[in-house]
């Protein structure tokens, strides 16, 4: 563990220890006397309680539904930590809570459960799809992860969205798009290694494939090797983690075997969400693949390769998953305008359509500033939020989708309105002494 690392960890718990959790719920409406009280609970709450057991769509314009979600998990794959249990997930779902309000003005609900089995996970999320405009499934331990995840857009009538999957899959594709402009190929026609076939790695496979890479492009590695059909464990595979077997056949062409040594021969991007290194990938291995190769090494927090390796051994682009070295490939930069987009025109699910086309918008973003340093935004820059609203929303529509129409200025401007009166919000307390400063003698 680094020494920079360590001292977070010990300012992340005493900050916790005093604010005693990061979110909290307030009320929205004013509450003046005691009449208000008649409008907002009885007996005015009836009529409201009516209204919605006529038409239950009404529950997404009389309720918080048009704006709430539930950051759902079980707690078996968090973070870096793995299996540690609901109540330690806890601190997780409450920092993604606090993205969604800060970054996207999405009323986000940690709800960790205890969970045995996948069927478990799932009859929960039906559960508590009424009360409910979307769900965030995070941090399941896979495969389990790709099946709740199915099921769940399968079965439900809301947004539902597995953010170590599809959020990952959004932001790896939008740094991806602009990679290959810089080293001047077209992506679709491309080589592509994966090392790591979990949850983000064989996700982004799938949605590259559907943004229209060829699928024999693609070379997948996981703790065994190389992903091909004739591998011994393919049998185990079908039964235990069919989607990495569906992958196994599509993919790879060349039927290339070994480890990611022999993966990385003449290929022109890298992909790594594996474990954690430096070492895992070597410098002579980089030098194999073609001429300006792209490397993203995305273990936290100390990446397959380090960045000045993959330069030194001549990569061109570079990228990493921490937001201290340049071009951070990180899924805040994707769910926070997904969902803000497709809450605000109701939508009955989150397509693959719809993640590309948010890793559109967002590779868009970057425009003239593009650069081999600069291939993606950062969370500072937060009006490309607004922008991949936008985006998902017209998407959504197109697609049939959504119960509400909107055009893409509409949807922009109103989500900007949205996003930006959460952070005056939030501001304004913290200005106001509401949101008190306890972090003084920590940093």
């Known amino acids: ?262 993966a990385l021969v003449g290929a022109d991007a890298v992909v790594a969400a594996s474990v954690q290194g430096p070492g895992v990938i070597k410098k002579e291995w980089i030098r194999s693949m073609n001429k300006d190769p792209i490397v993203f090494a995305l273990a936290n927090p100390i990446p397959e390769i380090w960045p000045w390796e993959a330069k030194e051994a001549g990569a061109k682009v570079v990228a990493t998953g921490r937001s201290d070295f340049p071009n951070q490939v990180n899924n805040s930069l994707v769910f926070p305008g997904v969902f803000r987009g497709a809450l605000d025109v109701r939508v009955k699910t989150i397509t693959d359509e719809m993640i590309i086309a948010a890793a559109q918008e967002i590779a868009n973003f970057v425009g003239d500033k593009l650069s081999e340093d600069k291939i993606l935004p950062t969370m500072e820059e937060w009006d490309f939020y607004p922008r991949v609203a936008a985006a998902v929303a017209v998407k959504a529509v197109e697609q049939g989708v959504a119960r509400k129409s909107t055009g893409w200025k509409e949807e922009y401007e109103r989500a900007r309105e949205i996003i930006a009166t959460a952070k005056l919000m939030i501001e304004t307390l913290f200005g106001k002494g509401l949101i008190r400063n306890l972090l003084g003698d920590l940093a």
Request: neutral net charge; aromatic residues 8%; contains cysteine.
């Open 1 to 262: 563990m680094s020494e920079e690392s360590e001292k977070w960890f010990k300012i992340a718990v005493e900050a916790s220890r005093r604010y005693g959790g990061k979110v909290m719920v307030l009320p929205k409406v004013p509450v003046r006397s005691l009449q208000d009280f008649s409008i907002w609970y009885t007996p005015g709450v009836a009529a409201v309680s009516r209204e919605i057991s006529r038409d239950v769509d009404k529950s997404f314009e009389y309720t918080w539904r048009w704006n709430a979600i539930a950051v759902l998990t079980d707690g078996t794959r968090v973070l870096g930590l793995g299996d540690v249990g609901p109540e330690a997930a806890i601190p997780v779902m409450e920092g993604k809570s606090l993205l969604y309000k800060y970054l996207g003005g999405v009323d986000a609900v940690p709800l960790p459960v205890r969970a045995s089995t996948a069927d478990d996970l799932v009859n929960i999320g039906k559960a508590i799809e009424p009360a409910f405009g979307g769900i965030n499934l995070e941090d399941i331990e896979s495969p389990k992860c790709f099946y709740v995840l199915d099921k769940l857009r399968e079965e439900l009538k809301i947004a539902v969205w597995h953010d170590d999957q599809q959020g990952t899959a959004g932001a790896i594709l939008a740094g991806l798009i602009n990679a290959f402009k810089i080293v001047g190929k077209r992506m679709e026609d491309s080589t592509i290694v994966f090392i790591g076939a979990g949850a983000s790695n064989i996700a982004a496979a799938r949605v590259l494939i559907k943004a229209g890479v060829k699928p024999g492009n693609i070379v997948l590695v996981d703790s065994k090797g190389i992903l091909h059909p004739e591998r011994e464990d393919m049998d185990k595979l079908m039964l235990t983690n069919p989607w990495k077997y569906e992958l196994a056949l599509k993919t790879n062409a060349e039927r290339r075997r070994g480890g990611i040594k022999e």
